[in-house]
């Protein structure tokens, strides 16, 4: 079972009161650190004063190479260490340092941890340390890395397909951002030849957001598959 849906299944069947009501007042040690609200209160402050000198330290670094070498290195397994344990409390109150945590796994493009703890975050109703929604975030994220992948010649799947149920339907998003993912979809729908595909994501794009420019991708499948439909209906049958 998958940590994201081992706590989720925790989580509904306590609640958030019954997990602050259950935790057991202790002493405070590195041991206690959140085995108790109040314990867990004043260790995250100390793991908020602790991630503010990381920031300074991830500023000072002109060099993108190297700042993300740094978040994959040192800071994403020191503070994922924390997360881990916080999840593990059962305990739930605002958490900057896991929304943190969150925002440089998906700035070093570790999507399937990055998904888990975003679906706990919005499970939480936690919020991210800029003015946008996790769900807006998540999108946005995966979808800038998914166009810049396939500019190179690299596939951006599973990541495109598997997300699309959501944010074009159970998450509430911008129309343009659903539409750039069936955009996406149906050009390499288009590199397949699958022609039907490419016509539905397409026009689903086109629906959400008219702006979307595949109209002529759009118009060149259908030409492809009417020339297809064409070659299939004149080729003799097969004894």
Same mark, same amino acid.
């Given at each position: 079972m998958s940590l994201a849906l081992a706590h989720k299944r925790r989580l509904l069947a306590q609640g958030p009161a019954a997990a602050v009501a259950g935790a057991v007042a202790t002493i405070y040690s590195a041991d206690t650190a959140l085995n108790s609200p109040a314990n867990a209160k004043k260790h995250l402050q100390l793991m908020v004063d602790a991630l503010n000198v990381d920031l300074d330290r991830l500023s000072a670094i002109d060099s993108r190479d190297l700042r993300q070498q740094l978040k994959r290195d040192?800071?994403?397994?020191?503070? &994922?260490?924390?997360?881990?344990?916080?999840?593990?409390?059962? /305990?739930? #109150?605002?958490?900057? *340092?896991m929304m943190q945590v969150l925002v440089?796994?998906?700035?070093?493009?570790?999507?399937?941890?990055?998904?888990? &703890?975003?679906?706990?975050?919005?499970?939480?109703?936690?919020? /991210?340390? #800029?003015?946008?929604? *996790?769900?807006?975030?998540?999108?946005?994220?995966?979808?800038?890395?998914?166009?810049?992948?396939?500019?190179?010649?690299?596939?951006?799947?599973?990541?495109?397909?598997d997300l699309l149920h959501l944010v074009d339907g159970e998450w509430q998003l911008f129309e343009r951002i659903p539409a750039r993912y069936h955009k996406l979809l149906g050009i390499i729908a288009i590199d397949l030849e699958d022609w039907p595909i490419a016509i539905a994501h397409f026009e689903r794009a086109i629906e959400l957001y008219p702006e979307i420019r595949v109209a002529t991708r759009l118009d060149a499948a259908r030409k492809a598959l009417k020339k297809a439909e064409l070659a299939a209906a004149d080729k003799p049958p097969t004894e």
């Amino acid at each position: 079972m998958s940590l994201a849906l081992a706590h989720k299944r925790r989580l509904l069947a306590q609640g958030p009161a019954a997990a602050v009501a259950g935790a057991v007042a202790t002493i405070y040690s590195a041991d206690t650190a959140l085995n108790s609200p109040a314990n867990a209160k004043k260790h995250l402050q100390l793991m908020v004063d602790a991630l503010n000198v990381d920031l300074d330290r991830l500023s000072a670094i002109d060099s993108r190479d190297l700042r993300q070498q740094l978040k994959r290195d040192e800071l994403l397994p020191k503070y &994922l260490d924390y997360v881990q344990r916080y999840l593990d409390s059962k /305990l739930i #109150f605002p958490n900057p *340092v896991m929304m943190q945590v969150l925002v440089w796994l998906f700035d070093t493009q570790q999507f399937t941890t990055g998904l888990q &703890l975003a679906d706990l975050a919005m499970l939480q109703e936690q919020e /991210l340390p #800029f003015k946008r929604n *996790v769900q807006t975030f998540v999108a946005d994220e995966v979808i800038e890395w998914a166009y810049a992948e396939y500019e190179v010649g690299r596939t951006p799947e599973p990541y495109v397909s598997d997300l699309l149920h959501l944010v074009d339907g159970e998450w509430q998003l911008f129309e343009r951002i659903p539409a750039r993912y069936h955009k996406l979809l149906g050009i390499i729908a288009i590199d397949l030849e699958d022609w039907p595909i490419a016509i539905a994501h397409f026009e689903r794009a086109i629906e959400l957001y008219p702006e979307i420019r595949v109209a002529t991708r759009l118009d060149a499948a259908r030409k492809a598959l009417k020339k297809a439909e064409l070659a299939a209906a004149d080729k003799p049958p097969t004894e």
